[in-house]
């Protein structure tokens, strides 16, 4: 019998590469959610409307569809906006978060479920402590991550207070084609195709370029994702990252220099969070020792594509 896999918050940057993960390459069946007021087609998967924040909605599509494996990707994700809606963000992250765990803890079987954490949890990092693996201190440095350290943790104790098949990721940047703008890489090729089509002035503006991040290809992400629902223990946490940080300047010297047109920078002080960490870089050896996983797509590969979509479509 074929794999039911449920996707939650599908409609998001990670939703579509993860329901032509399932599909494709382990032949499950997929199904996938979206807000009412979002649009989202995938070939071969059956879309349902879902607000986490309703917990009997959670309850009744989960008796309709059950599923094997639950992706829960829903979330109010971006840092910026969780300065900017602290309230909102808890809402959705821990106490959504919060109904669909107690929703599964309702059923008769027991669906694995992979809830996606963030590195952002780690915040503070020393010098030592690069990279990071998943028993390092956690000193969330903003909202978003916070509510991520609250998920992982109320998920901890659920698996094992309730004998639930639970497994935890911290996964770090990723990016890829169609990503939101409100993120560095896509913001920074989006800027870049407007200035070569002429929409804008040849300048780019920039927040601090010297913070370091781990950034994968979101298809290597989705990739361990469907691995880990598999294979990953219950109750266990599990880095997705690719395992070498890079400085925000050199991915904007990559991207600059992937274009033909003169380009300045400038530095906009709405772009430069209250609070920043200069390095994130993940230890991904429990990944690979339990999934024989490592990324397979090259950060330059990722940012051209990232370049050709916006020049498509600015
Ligand atoms: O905020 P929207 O309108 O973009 O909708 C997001 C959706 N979402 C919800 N779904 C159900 N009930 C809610 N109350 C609710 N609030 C928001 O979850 C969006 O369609 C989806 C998450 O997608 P993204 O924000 O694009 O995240 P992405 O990049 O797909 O990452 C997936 C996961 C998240 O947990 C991140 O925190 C983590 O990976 O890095």
Same mark, same amino acid.
């Given at each position: ?72 990707? @829903? ?25 669909? *765990? ?9 669906? @694995? ?114 691995? *880990? ?22 991915? *904007? ?42 990324? @397979? ?18």
């Amino acid at each position: 019998m074929k794999k039911r896999a449920l996707i939650i918050g599908a409609a998001g940057f990670v939703g579509s590469y993860l329901a032509k993960e399932l599909l494709t390459n382990h032949n499950m069946d997929v199904y996938a959610t979206k807000l009412s007021h979002e649009q989202l087609e995938i070939a071969d998967a059956n879309i349902y409307d879902l607000n986490i924040l309703d917990k009997d909605e959670i309850i009744s599509l989960l008796y309709k569809i059950r599923p094997d494996y639950i992706f829960h990707l @829903a979330a109010q994700s971006s840092v910026s906006v969780a300065w900017k809606n602290p309230g909102l963000t808890v809402d959705i992250n821990v106490k959504g978060c919060v109904n669909l *765990l107690d929703a599964v803890r309702e059923l008769y079987y027991k669906p @694995a479920v992979l809830l996606i954490g963030s590195g952002e949890e780690y915040g503070h990092i020393k010098a030592d402590e690069v990279p990071i693996n998943e028993e390092n201190h956690l000193r969330p440095g903003n909202i978003y991550a916070a509510t991520k350290v609250c998920q992982n943790m109320i998920a901890a104790i659920y698996s094992q207070a309730y004998d639930m098949n639970l497994i935890m990721v911290r996964a770090f940047n990723h990016i890829g084609p169609g990503q939101s703008p409100i993120f560095v890489v896509s913001d920074f090729c989006k800027q870049v195709a407007e200035i070569e089509k002429g929409i804008n002035t040849p300048t780019i503006y920039v927040g601090n370029l010297e913070a370091k991040r781990d950034f994968t290809d979101v298809r290597d992400v989705v990739r361990a994702y469907a691995l *880990l629902i598999q294979y990953g223990k219950a109750g266990e946490t599990y880095n997705v990252g690719s395992g070498h940080a890079y400085a925000i300047r050199e991915i *904007l010297d990559l991207i600059v220099s992937l274009s033909n047109v003169e380009i300045e920078i400038e530095t906009d002080s709405n772009k430069i969070r209250p609070v920043d960490v200069p390095i994130i870089e993940a230890d991904i050896t429990k990944l690979n020792d339990v999934a024989g996983w490592s990324p @397979a797509i090259s950060l330059e590969q990722t940012i051209k594509e990232t370049l050709a979509y916006w020049r498509e479509r600015v």
